[in-house]
């Protein structure tokens, strides 16, 4: 499509964004800066380390920040733009209008397995070797893909799309527009047991996990239910692949979880949180609102609303950098201290 036309399916773009049309030229794709070429498009922010690309880049057309010399270079060169507040915002919509989703057409593939109490909508999709439970609910607009299995009293909500092989255990509530991606297991049996004399005793776990509207789960990611009452992901949060929430967690909106994540049961996170790759969170322990946890750290407490923790045990994030700084210091440190003894 013409990069005019694009700019119109571009939410972050407004009538009086500054713009430079050029050629208007056809635009049938997009990549990174440093390697596009013709007919696609790329995006540029402020302070940007490929900043210097753009002398050399072979986009045919940039959403660019709002900096006047960043423009003014992209019109010398006579590549088409347009500048806006958030170019990486702009780019996620761009991408969406150029790749849209592959439409899935109604109806029940002759291979898949349903139980005949459950409730399929005529406008749902179910794929190939798919397994849906007794009592089940898949209204309009879901999408299973092949192999997806829904154990008994699964319900989901509208707009939902579940990946290939991945499994809903039973009792599993899923809000709106979730998404759960290949290989994902919600719902399954939480790690509870009881230490006695003779053995571990297995603690029944009647639990169930609940993904609020707009939720989505990555590749291999695993949310566990647990023993009793529910396992709860607020509404608009974003888990990424092999990421492993354990029974009884309760996450606040909007948080979001890098892979690697792994949080113990009965932690509660609040709205916002942000944990970078590996970060660990022990049992019970409590997040508060917009924390972040930067990656390998191990969050063993309490930390504050709006608190940035790093390290192990986690620690405010300013003091972790100063004894950081100070770590490979330590051996000379060490051999001065003993000398000083002496």
């Not at 800066?33 to 490929?50: C, K, M, P, S, V």
């Not at 917009?290 to 609303?305: D, L, N, P, Q, T």
Request: charged share 15%; with cysteine.
């Amino acid at each position: 499509m013409r990069f005019s036309s694009l700019l119109d399916r571009i939410s972050a773009v407004q009538v009086d964004s500054p713009r430079h049309l050029g050629a208007d030229p056809e635009i049938s794709g997009a990549e990174a800066l440093d390697r596009a070429g013709a007919g696609q498009l790329a995006f540029l922010e402020a302070g940007n380390a490929l900043a210097a690309a753009l002398a050399a880049s072979g986009a045919a057309a940039l959403l660019l920040p709002l900096d006047e010399e960043l423009q003014q270079l992209a019109s010398e060169r006579g590549l088409a733009w347009v500048a806006v507040k958030n170019p990486r915002l702009g780019f996620a919509e761009a991408l969406a209008a150029l790749h849209p989703p592959t439409p899935r057409p109604p109806g029940i593939h002759p291979s898949a397995v349903v139980d005949a109490s459950a409730a399929v909508a005529a406008e749902a999709h179910v794929g190939a070797h798919s397994v849906i439970g007794a009592a089940c609910v898949v209204p309009r607009g879901c999408t299973l893909h092949p192999g997806v299995v829904l154990y008994d009293d699964v319900h989901l909500g509208e707009g939902c799309e579940i990946h290939a092989n991945a499994v809903l255990h039973p009792g599993s509530r899923l809000g709106a527009g979730c998404v759960v991606q290949s290989n994902a297991v919600i719902g399954a049996e939480g790690f509870g047991f009881v230490p006695t004399a003779t053995g571990w005793v297995k603690m029944p776990q009647t639990g169930r996990v609940v993904l609020e509207d707009g939720v989505e789960v990555g590749c291999g990611s695993t949310i566990d239910r647990p023993s009793v009452g529910e396992t709860r992901i607020g509404a608009g949060t974003k888990i990424d692949n092999l990421v492993h929430v354990g029974h009884g967690v309760v996450t606040g909106k909007g948080c979001a979880l890098a892979a690697q994540v792994g949080i113990a049961g009965g932690a509660v996170l609040g709205n916002g949180v942000i944990l970078a790759g590996q970060v660990g969170v022990a049992n019970r322990a409590v997040i508060g609102d917009r924390a972040i946890a930067s990656s390998k750290s191990g969050i063993h407490g309490e930390v504050a609303a709006g608190e940035v923790v790093s390290g192990y045990p986690a620690i405010p994030n300013r003091l972790w950098l100063r004894c950081s700084a100070v770590f490979n210091k330590l051996p000379e440190m060490a051999r001065t201290l003993r000398q000083l003894q002496k």
